[in-house]
């Protein structure tokens, strides 16, 4: 048996062919003017009939089974269900076993190693440059686009969502978010404070986004933080789930929390109610019956709890760790209550809705996903066999039709054996052996992309004495005219000496402990322009140890600036509504501290924060320095 796992961009360029008006140019000039402006006016209205929106909902952290459409009577989730009943459910459909991988081959139809992300965070969850996202292709064919959540590719510019194909972001750039409630969320590069819960504020933003762009197709992007921890929902969804009991329980009956679970479906039930509101405007203007809607999400559950008895959850290449429902609706063309029965996965996504929107890729690469549109259609093509490849921590898993095969090499048949608790590779000697050969190939190939990306440059091997060991090689890009804000968070940095992160978790993360002047905190950059920039960090410090003097440097660059006045409020202790894991940063307001402007040459280097005087105990907490370039 032979698998086919790509798909090349020229089997999907018949699926992406535009239609282009054509103008008569006989007319003297004021009557082609007239025409023109006429026939352009009615392409547009044609248009704005044909063409779908299309708004695409990911959550993050929720399971296959953290739905009552796929029968779990533990909520109820009656919006996102509509989506299902209303147009077709991908019966298996596969994402990876964390976010940021999930997120890159969602946007670009292509294995995430192949675009450079290796990791969740400092660094590794870049997408490369050379990707062209769904985004970049949807906004090239007129459309407005806009994300609202979290996007988890890239912070810094050009690897930021406004440089990635949309005109507009809201949220957050991290995997991670430590503050649920009256969160600090950026807005095309610049951070405010927003009051309420941060999946309905994005909401909010979200519908405001639809609303604006009624009269043209849009492209309406949702990642939601949630079910994602800390364990943080509002008090009326947490009074539903405090003490209910859970008819449909973990596979693992020893590994599940049930506090854990409970939140976690009071958060999706949350997400619930966010879903509906967006359906719901989509309706107040009449755009329901022309508007894609996809719903699905970016690996298996964060915690045990029930998953219709799969193995594994967040984290393993399991079919638990990496099904997750995937919902799609387009009244227009896509017919009701169906189930698609082949194999899918989030590489699908970006041929899929570009052959439905009928929008050519603008990206040169070749994809490695299927456009499924036939088969949502109604089409009944003729459907080759395939294999879905997961990976995660150097575990490879692959999944054919009927069978997977483990990390491990162990064979399954998941069709008699969905909990993956009898290996039948005696059985199947044949298929046990095409399938390992397949990984194999894959494997390599994979291993081959992401070594491109891999070699730091000469020069960052070894800058100022430091050895960049706990962060991605590929420097950060600083200073860019088009977008002159740059944050450099403690995620994307390196401390060095007794300095240390506040928890395992770099994502949400701040830098704590430090006490000596040879303790500092690094980030390698990359400027490129030459420029004068000003630079502020967020910090907090006790008011006894306020008044450390503190250097940046970068090259021959200085600045000197004073750590003052004191602040130093206490850890949020009311946004949890269950103890946090310690894994996770505790998180309290920072201040901002204007430390000047410094003139900064073009080239990599490593930008360095030391103290060079020290009055108190400590320097200071500090979460993030931010770059300006100045006109």
């Given at each position: 048996m032979l698998f086919d796992y790509t798909t090349s961009s020229a089997m999907l360029t018949s699926h992406y062919q535009l239609t282009h008006a054509l103008f008569p140019t006989w007319l003297m000039f004021t009557a082609i003017v007239a025409f023109l402006s006429s026939a352009s006016s009615t392409f547009a209205a044609e248009r704005e009939v044909t063409q779908p929106n299309i708004v695409v909902f990911l959550a993050d952290d929720a399971g296959w089974g953290d739905y009552s459409f796929s029968g779990n009577t533990n909520l109820s989730t009656p919006h996102i269900d509509?989506?299902?009943?209303?147009?077709?459910?991908?019966d298996r459909f596969f994402v990876c076993s964390v976010c940021s991988p999930t997120r890159a081959e969602f946007l670009t139809g292509r294995y995430h190693q192949r675009g450079g992300v290796r990791g969740v965070s400092t660094g590794q969850e870049r997408?490369?440059?050379?990707?062209?996202?769904l985004a970049d292709s949807l906004r090239a064919a007129g459309y407005a686009t806009g994300a609202f959540g979290k996007w988890h590719n890239g912070s810094q510019w050009p690897y930021h969502p406004n440089a990635r194909g949309f005109d507009e972001y809201f949220g957050y750039t991290s995997g991670h978010w430590g503050e649920y409630f009256n969160p600090p969320l950026e807005h095309n590069g610049k951070l405010n404070n927003y009051e309420g819960y941060i999946v309905d504020i994005c909401t909010d933003r979200a519908i405001t986004f639809i609303e604006a762009s009624k009269n043209k197709p849009f492209f309406c992007y949702v990642p939601?933080?949630?079910?994602?921890s800390p364990w943080s929902v509002p008090s009326a969804d947490w009074k539903r789930f405090q003490d209910k009991p859970l008819e449909k329980r973990a596979t693992n009956l020893k590994q599940e929390q049930l506090d854990q679970t409970r939140c976690a479906l009071a958060m999706v039930e949350n997400q619930d109610r966010n879903v509906g509101r967006v359906l719901s405007k989509l309706d107040e203007l009449k755009l329901r019956e022309n508007t894609i809607v996809v719903y699905f999400s970016d690996n298996g559950p964060n915690s045990a709890r029930w998953t219709g008895g799969m193995k594994g959850k967040k984290g393993t290449t399991d079919e638990g760790g990496v099904r997750s429902v995937c919902y799609i609706q387009w009244p227009k063309r896509i017919?009701?209550?169906?189930t698609i029965q082949p194999i899918a996965g989030a590489i699908d996504l970006l041929p899929t809705l570009l052959s439905l929107a009928g929008v050519k890729h603008v990206g040169e690469l070749p994809l490695d996903g299927r456009d499924l549109a036939p088969l949502?259609?109604?089409q009944q093509p003729e459907w080759p066999e395939r294999l879905l490849f997961t990976t995660w921590a150097g575990k490879v898993s692959a999944r054919s039709q009927t069978h997977r095969l483990?990390?491990?090499?162990l064979l399954f048949d998941m069709q008699s054996d969905p909990g993956q608790t009898t290996p039948v590779n005696d059985r199947e000697p044949k298929l046990t052996a095409e399938m390992k050969s397949a990984v194999a190939k894959w494997k390599a190939e994979m291993e081959r992309e992401l070594a491109l990306d891999a070699t730091p440059p000469l020069e960052a091997t070894l800058l100022e004495g430091v050895k960049l060991t706990n962060v991605d090689a590929r420097p950060i890009p600083l200073g860019y005219r088009e977008f002159p804000i740059t944050m450099l968070p403690a995620r994307d940095g390196q401390p060095v000496g007794g300095v240390k992160r506040s928890s395992s978790a770099p994502n949400s993360s701040?830098?704590?402990?430090?006490?000596?002047?040879?303790?500092?905190v690094v980030w390698l950059v990359d400027v490129n322009v030459h420029g004068k920039y000003l630079v502020t960090i967020d910090y907090t410090c006790p008011e006894a140890d306020a008044g450390s003097t503190l250097e940046l440097r970068l090259g021959k660059s200085r600045l000197v600036a004073t750590v003052t006045p004191g602040w130093d409020p206490p850890l949020y202790t009311d946004q949890d509504t269950l103890p946090r894991p310690p894994a996770e940063s505790s998180m309290k307001p920072f201040r901002t501290l204007d430390l000047g402007v410094v003139e900064l040459q073009p080239g990599i280097g490593l930008l360095t924060l030391q103290a060079t005087k020290i009055p108190g105990n400590s320097v200071m907490d500090l979460r993030r320095v931010t770059l300006v370039l100045q006109d």
């Open positions: 509509s989506i299902a009943r209303g147009g077709a459910s991908i997408l490369d440059l050379s990707e062209r996202t939601f933080t949630t079910p994602h017919a009701a209550a169906q949502l259609t109604g483990d990390e491990q090499g701040y830098f704590v402990n430090w006490k000596s002047t040879d303790d500092k």
